[in-house]
């Protein structure tokens, strides 16, 4: 398995295993529609004749498009990473990255972030806190493997950065691999509540509507014949994300799976219960 050279939040590295036996390999053509650190196109680039990869964060996107070219990202992010016992740095290249934005500068700023975690604001500004960390020899050695083994199959990747339903569903031979942010909650009544299930640094970036616009988008793949594939968190604590719950009782098929962060609660009842929903 290869490791991408992001710590990303949400990164489904650790649940590869679980995953990769799961996908509709009957498809010619992979989405990896919330694409994020990249764990999962980069392990499945070898099973599909062709594959998309998205994300609504623009400059995300342009990281992961440029490893694919060339090593100029690598020598740019490295002279701009602020490294350790640089907080005045990292502060001047935060707003250097709001001011105007480019992938080496957000990576740049992920590499040096607390627990090299990004985050923004409301207003889609870079707002995580200095980690006291930078570019280092793992670095290195990451991204190396990950650019070896990615840049065999640069012909077949499209990068794009739209809006998930931007995505045109345009044919049957389609598999959509869609690990969205946190789920929004079930109210007591059934309907969709305001809170996210958790938070995650690119929360911002999921609007009010969004859960129902994947749970019909999900449903429109279904009709065309494709297949999905969708991920997420299903419960935690009492809390129950309204949307996978509702795919459930739509009758698709649900499967648990077993992370280590499943803590167990007092009562002896899972607090996190992380699953995948296949419509095959
Ligand atoms: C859970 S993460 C994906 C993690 C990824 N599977 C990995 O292994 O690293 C969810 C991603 O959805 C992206 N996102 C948020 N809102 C979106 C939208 N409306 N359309 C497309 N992508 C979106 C976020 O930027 C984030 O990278």
């Given at each position: 398995m290869i490791e991408t050279p992001f710590n990303y939040t949400g990164s489904k590295f650790k649940l590869l295993e679980q995953l990769l036996p799961?996908?509709?390999?009957t498809k010619p053509y992979f989405v990896d529609v919330f694409a994020g650190g990249g764990s999962v196109y980069t392990n499945v680039v070898d099973k599909?004749?062709?594959l998309i990869v998205n994300d609504i964060i623009t400059d995300l996107i342009g990281i992961h498009q440029n490893l694919t070219l060339d090593d100029s990202i690598i020598k740019e992010t490295k002279e701009l990473c602020p490294n350790k016992n640089n907080p005045?740095?990292?502060?001047?290249?935060?707003?250097?990255?709001?001011d105007s934005p480019t992938p080496s500068k957000l990576w740049a700023l992920m590499l040096s972030s607390t627990n090299n975690m990004m985050r923004f604001n409301q207003k889609f500004k870079y707002n995580q806190t200095y980690g006291d960390r930078g570019w280092n020899a793992n670095t290195d050695k990451k991204v190396e493997t990950f650019?070896?083994?990615?840049?065999?199959?640069?012909?077949?990747?499209?990068?794009?950065?739209k809006p998930f339903d931007q995505i045109p569903v345009s044919s049957d031979k389609i598999m959509f691999y869609c690990d969205p942010p946190y789920g929004r909650i079930k109210n007591e009544d059934g309907t969709i509540g305001k809170k996210q299930i958790s938070e995650a640094g690119y929360n911002a970036f999921w609007k009010e509507d969004?859960?129902?616009?994947?749970?019909?988008?999900?449903?429109?793949?279904?009709?065309?014949?494709s297949s999905f594939m969708v991920s997420g968190v299903l419960k935690h604590d009492?809390?129950?994300c309204w949307m996978l719950d509702k795919l459930?009782?739509?009758?698709f098929k649900c499967k648990e799976l077993n992370f280590d962060y499943n803590k167990v609660s007092r009562k002896g009842e899972k607090e996190t219960l992380e699953i995948i929903i296949t419509n095959y």
């Open positions: 799961v996908f509709d390999y599909y004749q062709k005045l740095g990292f502060a001047e290249l935060r707003n250097s990255y709001n650019v070896n083994h990615i840049r065999q199959y640069k012909e077949n990747i499209k990068f794009i950065s969004d859960d129902k616009r994947l749970y019909d988008y999900l449903h429109l793949i279904n009709e065309k014949g009492s809390k129950v459930i009782s739509d009758g």
